[in-house]
């Protein structure tokens, strides 16, 4: 079955490091989405990306963070300096366009800032 | 301002019986209320939708109703097994922007 796969599962940085998490969306999917998930609390959007451009970002989502899809498979996270309240996992997500909007979700990486 | 409300307190029940969880919003239109189940560290996995003209549908040993009345969706597990234990996710769907989840609900099944 398709999946979507994340590296690295786990990263552990200092503050103010540059971090790019990657994802690889299901081959045949549009849409693609992070999300993240601090411990213990909900899972929040963050971005989402359609047609090489961001469709949409939450208040999260600040001029620290961008994303990019630089070939047809990838699908990447950045955050340029890295604070610790970003220690997190972080969820990439696709979806086709059935328009149900079912998301299917990667397994995560998770980030620890130091 | 949108909300989605689940019950934040951990269900627990016995194997066997039937676990009933809570959604509720408000200030959304959903056109499908989503189900998702998410284990301790991993993503959240879709388990099943409905839609708004749908009042019930039932997925092997789930059933989930939706009420667009009383802006409520229940998430029920016949004959819950203590690997149903985890916590469920709810998300409005209204197709005009992304998913965005309630806090969701532990659930924990005793053997």
């Known amino acids: 079955e398709p999946e979507v796969t994340q590296t690295p599962s786990h990263q552990v940085t200092q503050m103010g490091q540059e971090v790019i998490l990657r994802c690889v969306p299901i081959?045949?999917?549009?849409?693609f989405y992070w999300y993240r998930q601090i411990l213990g609390q909900k899972v929040e959007f963050l971005v989402s990306?359609?047609?090489?451009?961001?469709?949409?970002k939450s208040e999260i989502f600040d001029d620290q963070f961008s994303v990019e899809r630089p070939d047809g498979s990838n699908f990447t996270l950045k955050i340029r300096s890295t604070k610790l309240e970003d220690s997190a996992m972080y969820f990439c997500a696709s979806t086709g366009t059935g328009g149900t909007g079912e998301l299917f979700f990667g397994e995560g990486s998770r980030l620890t800032v130091l | 301002s949108q909300k989605i409300e689940q019950n934040s307190e951990a269900l627990n029940i016995q194997e066997g019986k039937t676990a009933t969880l809570t959604c509720n919003y408000t200030?959304?239109?959903?056109?499908?209320l989503q189900w998702y189940r998410q284990d301790p560290g991993r993503g959240p996995v879709f388990l099943l939708l409905?839609?708004?003209?749908?009042k019930e549908k039932r997925k092997e040993r789930l059933k989930v109703t939706f009420d667009t009345t009383l802006k409520q969706s229940l998430f029920h597990i016949t004959a819950s097994q203590p690997a149903d234990s985890a916590t469920y996710l709810c998300?409005?769907?209204?197709?005009?922007?992304?998913?965005?989840f309630g806090s969701g609900t532990r659930l924990q099944v005793q053997p």
């Open positions: 200030n959304y239109s959903p056109a499908y």
């Open positions: 990306f359609y047609n090489n451009e961001i469709s949409e």
């Open positions: 081959s045949n999917h549009l849409y």
């Open positions: 998300a409005p769907y209204t197709g005009r922007r992304a998913l965005t």
């Open positions: 409905i839609r708004e003209n749908e």
